[in-house]
Each structure stands twice: as structure tokens, then as C-alpha cells.
């Protein structure tokens, strides 16, 4: 069993989580994440093109490059990985580690625990209710935009009418060939300044509408939109479909609580600025932590990282330093620095 017990496991693996890993490493603790979702990166995968500028010392940067980035940082010390995986329960039967229940059915062990699952827990795109839609899924049929080039000169169907949909339809209608954007109510529900911008930018807004059918080869080809007042439906040819209908939270974790955590609302842990939760030995960082003076930034999921896995360190070990030497002159880079700087 005791191979099995890890110093800290990381529950999320989006910007907190990751860098909380990191950090752990860097304090010499066996780390490992565990994530819901089918890759590393968390809800930033759901903006991959928006750039990003408040990050210190950065230039602006896109939210996919910052992905890519954060991954290799948080994987420098090769803490494991647990992908497709929602934690259900943690429970402490024995006084020296948490025991963590999935959904798998699997079982994890740790000394200590962060939690890193983001405000509200993990988020799933909304799925056009289509049979045969999951077909053109990472083809020419997307729930984020993976990247504008490929909008180039494209004709864009694009459905749902809130703040993310009319978003999208004005930043890719510069290089877009043509773009509609339809919406199953009366009104756009986005801000009016938007969709004026959407009216300037061209863009054809089609009101009581919704996709009732996709069709095509190894592409989506033709799209079926019918009026929901009149049931009057057409076939229409586009290049790309791009659907923006919400997003699912789930939090099975906080469900049960069975450890007795201190919540807001159900989705957010109550914790200090450190944070230390009212459960020794869990921690928390990043969107889900609530306290006075949170910064719903990454930036302040950085720092509240550090915070998680310093504490989480002198949990564990009493003796250890409360906080780790700066890397500029921390020995754990020695090697690493010397192939960077020869």
C-alpha cells in the first residue's frame, strides 16, 4: 500500500491544478492529478483562440498557447496523471491518508488533497440533440473554436444567441466568406451593443430557428433549420456549424460532502486565503475557493496554488519549510537550468 500513497493528488487539471502540481514537484512531494475531462487544460479549452492579458510578466497570449504552456510546467516533475475521471467521495479512514473514490470505481490514496475543479465543478458543452451529429464532432462541427484559421473564407452557420455565440460570430466575421447565426427565441439574448456590432458586421440573424437536421460524407455537408413557429424547415450548405447552447456543470464530489467541507452555494469551497479548508489535510485553489479578497484571475489561481501546496507540504511534514527557495536559486533547477543555459 504505501507505493500507492502519494504526498498530494490534485483534483483538476486546469491552470490551478497544474501549477499546483508544478509546485508540489518543486517541493519534492509525490503528485498526482486526476481530471474529468479527456485532456489537461480545463475550462480554458472552451476559448482556446481568446487572448489573454492579464498575466504578469507576459505578453498577451492566446488561451490554447497558454494550455500548452501550462502543461509542460505542470508536468516538469512527472507527478501521474488520471484522465476521464470524476472523483466522487473522499473520505479519511485511516489516520494517515485520504482515501479517493471515482467513478471508475477506482480507489486513490493521499496524504493530502487539493482541490483545483473550477467554479462550479466541470463544465460539459450543451450537445446538438441530433442523432447522427457526434459524426462530424472535431470535423467541421464544434461546441468552442478550435482555431480561426480554419474559418478563413468559410460560409458559418452559428447556433444559440448568447454572449459567447454573438462573440464569435463578430470576431470571425472580419475573415469570414459569410456568416448566420440563428436562435430558438424572439431576441438575441446577448449585450445590445453586440449585436448591433453583429448587425454593422453583416452578419444575418435568423430568430426562432433551431438545427433539426446535419447531413454529409466524411464532412458535414447541409444543415436542416426549421422556424419553430411556422415548422417550416430548409436545407441549407455550410462550411463549418458552430454551436453555443451552454454548458452542463457537474460536481459529484461536493454532492455527498460526507468529509464535511464548508461550501458556498454547493459549488465553492469556504477557505482561508492559504487555503487551508476546515478539513485538515484538504486544500483548495483556484476558481473554487472562496474567501475575502479572491481574485478570480489565473493569476490569483497562481498564487492560491502556492499557498495549497505549501501548506499541504508542512501537513504532511511538520519540519518542512513553510515556503520552498525562489527557483532563481532553488537547487531543484540545477540540472534543468544548466541544459537551458549550455
Known amino acids: 500500500m504505501s507505493q500507492n500513497i502519494y504526498d498530494v493528488t490534485v483534483i483538476g487539471g486546469g491552470p490551478a491544478g497544474l501549477f499546483s502540481a508544478f509546485y508540489a514537484g518543486l517541493r519534492e512531494m509525490k503528485t498526482k492529478i486526476i481530471d474529468g475531462q479527456e485532456k489537461l487544460g480545463g475550462k480554458v479549452h472552451l476559448y482556446p483562440q481568446k487572448m489573454i492579458w492579464d498575466i504578469g510578466g507576459t505578453e498577451p497570449i492566446a488561451a490554447g498557447q497558454l494550455i500548452e504552456k501550462s502543461i509542460a510546467q505542470g508536468l516538469t516533475f512527472e507527478p501521474d496523471v488520471v484522465l476521464n475521471t470524476i472523483v466522487t467521495n473522499i473520505q479519511k479512514d485511516n489516520d494517515d491518508y485520504f482515501t479517493i473514490t471515482t467513478s471508475t470505481g477506482e480507489e486513490h490514496y493521499s496524504k493530502s488533497v487539493i482541490i483545483t475543479i473550477g467554479g462550479g465543478g466541470m463544465i460539459k458543452p450543451v450537445k446538438l440533440n441530433i442523432d447522427n451529429a457526434h459524426l462530424f464532432e472535431n470535423k467541421n462541427l464544434h461546441y468552442a473554436v478550435p482555431d480561426i484559421e480554419r474559418f478563413i473564407d468559410k460560409k458559418i452557420l452559428i447556433t444559440g444567441g448568447s454572449y459567447s455565440a454573438v462573440d464569435w460570430a463578430n470576431d470571425l466575421s472580419p475573415i469570414a466568406r459569410e456568416i448566420h447565426i440563428i436562435y430558438r427565441g424572439d431576441d438575441l439574448t446577448a449585450h445590445e451593443a453586440d449585436v448591433s456590432r453583429l448587425k454593422k458586421n453583416g452578419v444575418e440573424i435568423m430568430t426562432q430557428s433551431v438545427v433539426t437536421g446535419v447531413s454529409g460524407g466524411d464532412r458535414m455537408e447541409l444543415v436542416e433549420i426549421t422556424n419553430n413557429q411556422t415548422g417550416e424547415a430548409s436545407t441549407h450548405a455550410y462550411d463549418e456549424l458552430i454551436v453555443n447552447h451552454g454548458y452542463d456543470q457537474e460536481n459529484l464530489l461536493f454532492r455527498e460532502n460526507k468529509l464535511g467541507l464548508n461550501l458556498e452555494n454547493d459549488f465553492f469551497v469556504k477557505a482561508a486565503p492559504t487555503g487551508i479548508t476546515n478539513v485538515p489535510g484538504i486544500f483548495a485553489a483556484g476558481d473554487c475557493i472562496r474567501y475575502t479578497g479572491k481574485v478570480n484571475l489565473i ?32 537547487q531543484r533547477f540545477k540540472s534543468k537550468n544548466q541544459k537551458l543555459m549550455y
Open 299 to 330: 493569476a490569483g489561481a497562481y498564487a492560491d496554488a502556492v499557498n495549497a501546496v505549501n501548506n499541504a507540504k508542512t501537513h504532511i511534514d511538520p519540519k518542512a519549510d513553510q515556503f520552498a527557495m525562489v527557483s532563481s536559486h532553488n
